[in-house]
């Protein structure tokens, strides 16, 4: 029988374990992501980690949600904001509602932290549903043209103000990887699903 996992800070004792699951969770993708987001740590750019854990005898992770510093370049500062990704569930426990407990969780991480915003590349389709809205509905721009608009997501959070607009700026180990956003022809194809998605139904 499944537990119901419990969401916690991640500790030194889960690395392994969360790096397995992260490899697991984005498939193909999964040691570039794993690579990527061990470099954010050992920079020292990661602000929080959670996982979630099942509540039995094994204690076994099976979610994890990663929250690092980024920048938004608005007119009248550079405001510090927060990125979200990774977030990853152990494939066996996808649609159990770990991914939507994990996001509420680092969103009031963020807040606890005092962030203004915290923004995430993503399907549009799955995060608008958990409270995420295109960050051009208020004024923040991707770091990146190859990021499909519906795609940039963004949550504000009390601390966030009307002059807060402009560009997000990733730090650059996102660069370094080359991490930013989708290449072709795995970008054409993205952009070709938005695209339909946003066609009216045909009158029938």
């Known amino acids: 029988m499944e537990t119901t996992p419990v969401i916690r800070p991640q500790t030194p004792q889960d690395d392994d374990a969360v790096a397995r699951l992260i490899a697991q969770a984005f ?15 050992a920079r020292g750019l990661d602000c929080a980690q959670l996982v979630a854990v099942e509540d039995d005898d ?23 904001v927060l990125v979200l990704s990774p977030l990853s569930v152990a494939p066996d426990r996808q649609a159990a509602g770990i991914g939507t407990a994990l996001l509420a969780a680092a969103v009031a991480e963020a807040e606890r932290l005092g962030a203004p915003v915290v923004v995430l590349e993503g399907d549009p389709g799955y995060y608008s549903r958990r409270g995420w809205v295109p960050g051009a509905e208020h004024g923040i721009e991707a770091p990146s043209a190859r990021i499909p608009g519906p795609a940039f997501q963004v949550v504000l959070l009390d601390g966030h103000e ?3 607009t402009g560009r997000v700026v ?13 290449r072709d022809p795995h970008l054409a194809q993205v952009e070709e699903v938005l695209t339909r998605r946003s066609r009216p139904a045909a009158p029938r």
């Not at 990733?170 to 989708?182: I, K, P």
């Open 170 to 182: 990733y730090r650059e180990v996102w660069w370094e990887h080359d991490a930013t956003g989708l």
């Open 162 to 164: 009307e002059w807060m």
């Open 27 to 41: 498939g193909d993708e999964g040691t570039a992501v794993v690579d990527v987001w061990a470099d954010v740590v």
């Open 58 to 80: 094994e204690g076994r992770v099976v979610g994890h949600v990663g929250l690092s510093h980024g920048w938004l370049d608005a007119r009248q500062a550079l405001v510090d």
